[in-house]
């Protein structure tokens, strides 16, 4: 559970840290550049912010550098977000989701709005599962599938399917 709040407040940092400027330039998002996936059944498209940053993760129990990959993805008008961590990363292949130390998917919504944000998290339990398909050290290409428990409410929960990302990574 140490390691699931390790991972839950590192993809909160990394999601907050990432957040688009309003004053912004806009930017070309479309070469490559797609990150969707359905949301219980209703397709939100990611693409306005998407990003695939490759580096490494210092473990909190005995300090073990490992790689890691983060994708995180925006709606247009960032009323969703969604980021997925890799670690222990070493290229294409299948990569279960959830339990302590391994890879998370966090996921928030904030309908119509109003500024009340719904947060959700991958969970050991609820499982799931990423799959990169290609990886040559500058684009990532891939599918994910898996349900999230809200944060606030743990009978709440969200089911995230059939998702792809196409993206360039940077360091």
Not at 66 to 76: K, N, V
Request: charged content about 15%.
């Amino acid at each position: 559970m140490k390691h699931f709040h390790l991972l839950l407040l590192l993809c909160l940092s990394f999601t907050l840290a990432s957040c688009p400027d309003d004053e912004e330039p806009p930017q070309n998002f479309n070469d490559p550049g797609a990150l969707v996936a359905k949301i219980n059944n209703q397709t939100v498209d990611f693409s306005r912010s998407p990003d695939a940053v490759f580096g490494t993760y210092q473990s909190g129990n005995n300090g073990e550098v490992i790689d890691a990959l983060f994708i995180r993805g925006a709606s247009p008008n960032n009323a969703h977000e969604i980021d997925l961590t890799l670690l222990n990363f070493d290229g294409p292949g299948m990569y279960q989701i959830g339990g302590p130390g391994s890879n998370f998917v966090y996921y928030q919504y904030v309908p119509g709005g109003n500024g009340q944000v719904f947060s959700f998290a991958s969970t050991e339990e609820l499982g799931g599962v990423i799959n990169v398909t290609s990886y040559n050290g500058t684009t990532i290409k891939g599918t994910f599938n898996l349900v999230a428990m809200g944060i606030d409410d743990p009978e709440e929960t969200r089911t995230i399917s059939e998702g792809t990302f196409d993206l360039e990574t940077r360091n």
